[in-house]
């Protein structure tokens, strides 16, 4: 699954490309998102790709965002510039979905170790390509997977983040 914006610099342009170098494998890809590059990404995919492997579905609220990530077996976030954070990797993540990731992207630090998912360097089509065909190769994600992403993900809700800064801070005021 990508989940994000329609945008130049979300990547998905690259993965399409990427995912060229794929199509002697199987699988299937859902867009979920808007914006200005919808059409054009969508004649991308109609040109380039099987009838039928890349499916665009509009913008979603977060709860049926959530709900469609947690069904899937990968996310990519593909980002070619600086992302930000990418609160995306952490969703997925919390839902036991691996990812692939762009080194544009802060989460890609939540990536280190490789059975949680895998960076590549942002705008590299070759090593986006190296890296799924690995995740597609390995096929669907085992319950199992799920189960230990979902397990270690526990440390990076917000209840957990909050429950850091409040140690901190209590170390720094309060020796």
Request: hydrophobic share 40%.
């Given at each position: ?9 979300k ?27 919808g ?7 109609a ?129």
């Open positions: 699954i990508f989940l994000g914006r329609l945008v130049e610099g990547g998905l342009g690259k993965f399409l490309l990427a995912l060229e170098g794929c199509q002697d494998l199987h699988w299937r890809l859902t867009v979920v998102g808007s914006g200005p590059l059409n054009s990404l969508q004649r991308v995919a040109d380039r790709h099987p009838a039928g492997w890349i499916t665009f579905l509009p913008f979603m609220e977060n709860p049926a965002a959530l709900q469609t990530l947690s069904k899937m077996d990968l996310l990519a976030l593909p980002s070619q510039g600086k992302e930000g954070w990418g609160a995306v990797v952490n969703e997925a993540l919390m839902c036991g979905v691996p990812v692939l990731c762009s080194d544009a992207c802060g989460a890609a630090d939540l990536l280190q170790e490789s059975w949680r998912g895998e960076v590549f360097p942002a705008g590299s089509v070759p090593r986006l390509t190296e890296c799924l065909r690995r995740w597609i190769s390995r096929g669907r994600t085992t319950p199992e997977l799920r189960a230990r992403i979902r397990s270690w993900s526990e440390c990076i809700t917000g209840e957990s983040g909050a429950r850091y800064l409040e140690r901190i801070l209590r170390c720094v005021y309060e020796n």
